[in-house]
């Protein structure tokens, strides 16, 4: 770490990776090194299943499933780049419920718009309205299906100042739009697809995992996409990965499939001929595995 540290940006971000019989350890060392006031989180992962050797000691410890993201900044400049990920299904369906009102005209002046029942907007289109349809429908149309909720700052207008028409757009006094619907803010599904990243993630596969970048790794070799979303988090595209404990590659292979540069180190032999041959295949195009579908990678 103490040789690792110097080669940071100013506004450069450590990550480590941790289990927990290292973590409080590592903090420690960290905040030694850098400063408790660059510790920007702590992040949870979970990194297994309950299935396996660990349920052999059940009777007496709780099977460990989770483990450490340590993220460091090396200086007051560094920040996290903020990350959105998809709503869990079950989150998803709840939300889907509350949008049935579906915009026919978005792209007319909002004193004209109309908004119908979403299954009357797909009995026109001729689409069938089964449960399956509907969800389909709403989610292609997330910018069009629309919901209405209560608005404080909507509330706190003297009625003078309240639209006459049934939409209108309002700039509030600290610069955020809304749309007014008959005192009522309207929402748009396509803004809530979405959710921020926590300092939990709960949603990252381990399944499977020797068999990403046909490099195997005996122990510790980590998902693409728990990698991809700490470059994510951390850098952005042409920046400079270092990840000085290669293994098998995995970090290397995310940073070139994401588009950033990258240097990796590894000192056995044996292992870095593997992660070797997996960034070829990387630079082939060879590599269907990990992320590529997600960054849409082909090789370069």
């Known amino acids: 770490l103490e040789l690792c540290i110097p080669l940071l940006r100013p506004d450069g971000i450590l990550a480590v990776h941790i289990d927990d ?29 309950l299935a396996g050797v660990k349920m052999r000691y ?8 989770k483990e450490y993201l340590l993220l460091y900044g090396a200086g007051p400049e ?15 369906s709840r939300y889907l419920r509350y949008y049935a009102q579906f915009l026919e005209n978005p ?3 909002p004193e004209t718009w109309r908004i119908v029942p979403v299954r009357d907007a797909m009995a026109s289109r001729g689409h069938s309205r089964s449960e399956s349809a509907i969800r389909d429908f709403k989610i292609a149309h997330a910018d069009r299906m629309v919901y209405r909720t209560n608005n404080r700052w909507f509330d706190s207008l003297p009625a003078a100042e309240h639209p006459t028409e049934r939409f209108a757009r309002l700039r509030s006094p600290w610069g955020v739009e809304y749309v ?8 748009f599904l396509r803004d809530h697809l979405d959710e921020p990243l926590s300092d939990v993630w709960t949603d990252i596969s ?7 970048g046909g490099a195997p790794l005996r122990s510790s ?23 000085p404990w290669a293994g ?21 032999a044996g292992i870095a001929v593997r992660a070797l041959e997996r960034l070829d295949r990387v630079c082939a195009g060879l590599d269907p595995t990990g992320v590529t579908d997600a960054v849409a990678w082909r090789g370069g």
Do not use: F
């Open 58 to 65: 059940q009777t007496k410890l709780l099977p460990r499933i």
């Open 221 to 243: 070799k980590k998902p693409e996409a728990l990698a991809h979303r700490i470059v994510s988090l951390c850098t952005e595209p042409g920046d400079l990965v270092v990840d």
């Open 21 to 49: 019989s290292e973590h409080a350890y590592l903090q420690m060392e960290l905040d030694r090194l850098l400063g408790r006031a660059r510790r920007l989180n702590t992040v949870v992962v979970k990194m297994s299943e």
């Open 107 to 109: 792209d007319d002046p």
């Open 78 to 92: 560094a920040r996290l780049r903020p990350v959105q990920r998809s709503k869990d299904e079950a989150t998803l």
């Open 248 to 268: 098998s590659a995995t970090t290397a292979a995310v940073a070139h499939k994401s588009g950033r540069g990258w240097l990796s180190c590894e000192r056995d």
């Open 180 to 187: 007014w619907w008959e005192g009522r803010q309207m929402l």
């Open 206 to 212: 381990t399944i499977n995992v020797q068999r990403e």
